[in-house]
């Protein structure tokens, strides 16, 4: 009788610990749907690294003062980062920042009569949204023994119509 | 009840609980590779990509056409890259830079359309240039890609997930074609079939299967990645 107890003793603990886990793996889901509207990622102080963007990608970007009020407002450009990435959802904090981000090398090419994207062929002033703690691995060739791995993922959004330029990631 | 034994329920819920919320480990990616390549001096590589959504539940799959060094590290490549929270693939343009990653990418593939994806040199050798169909989406000085001539063209798919779908089926194959490379600004060859070789990474399910149909002298380059091969 005493061993049956036990028995049932043990199956009551392995239905509660069941029972947690189930509505531990729920609790996260219902933390983010509480919020309206898609989950926003808490802000970090991170900003953009000029010297190194330029330095691995050949973007410039040029920060504007904090007077500078633009068409769209920064909650909308990151709403509209997470409308076009919902994966971006998941990241651990963001941050964002107004100013003008340019590619030399396509200005150069617009000017020498290539058909050029009007995104990349003059400076566009933009909101860059900087979410942090999304994993990116690199591509590359087979033989790379080593990808390489980034845990930020950079947004940039037309700050004058809202439009969604494209992401870019350098750190 | 016992007081000891109520003590252990809610401590074993409490601990069910913990157990649940935490957030799965990702593995280590395995990188599995299908393809073409040549080892033929270049200075930019092309070719036409056709459209598929594929299914991929963790990691990322692409399909890119690439100039690079020969696996030591430098590259410039174009295509398509589908994350596993990626509702469709978007434009991407890569170069190696080390531990990190430097990717561009910008909007959504269009459903349904094949286009011709570019990286090469300019003509006065400062920048490299992503286009696709002809219209230039961005540039990387080449001081950051280390690269003026490369050794090798290479036509690839690539994906982190053997369950995830790296290409087209049986019937309707992903083509990358009219697979070509630039020896000097505005000229252009397509590969001789000869001299490509095929890219099967160890490990990897999947294997291009290759037909070389139409084109000027036979040239053009059709290619097929097999889908849900799980079991190799």
Redesign the interface.
Known sequence: MKRISWIL?GL??FV?????????????QRLQGVAAGPPEPPQSGKTVDPVLLH?????LFVPTGSTVEPPITKDQAIAKALQV???LA?ATSASYQLGYLS????I???Q?G????PS?ANPVLVWVIIFDGI??????????A?????NETNVSINANTGD???????? | MNKY?KL??VG???????????SPV?AT?Q?S?AGYHANVSNRGVRANIDYINPNVPT??S?E?V?A?D????K?A?IGW?K?????APIY?G??????????????QVPYNTTHLYQVNL??TN??W?WRID????????VG?VGLTQTA?A?Y?G?T?DTMAQLGGTFNSPLRIWVTSYSTAPGVWYQVNPVNFMR?T?SGTCYRATSGFTGGSGGYSFVDNWTVTPPQC
């Open positions: 003793a009551a603990m509660l610990f069941v029972l947690g886990a189930f509505f531990g793996h729920l609790l996260p330095a691995r990608l050949g973007l990435s919902p994966g998941t590619d030399p090398g396509a150069i090419e617009s020498n290539e058909t050029v994207d990349v994993h990116n691995v690199s591509s590359g060739p087979p033989e790379l080593q990808h390489g791995v980034s969604y330029i494209g992401e870019f990631i350098y750190r | 034994l252990l329920a074993t819920f409490i601990a069910g609980l913990f157990f649940g919320s935490l990702s990616p990188f590779f990691g990322q692409l890119w690439m690079d020969g696996g030591y590290g590259w490549q890259i994350r596993y929270n990626d509702p991407f890569e170069i190696g830079c080390g531990a990190n990653v430097c990717r561009r990418t910008a909007e300019n003509s400062e920048y240039v002809g219209e230039v989406r961005g540039t990387s000085p950051d090798r290479s690839e690539e982190t890219t990474t």
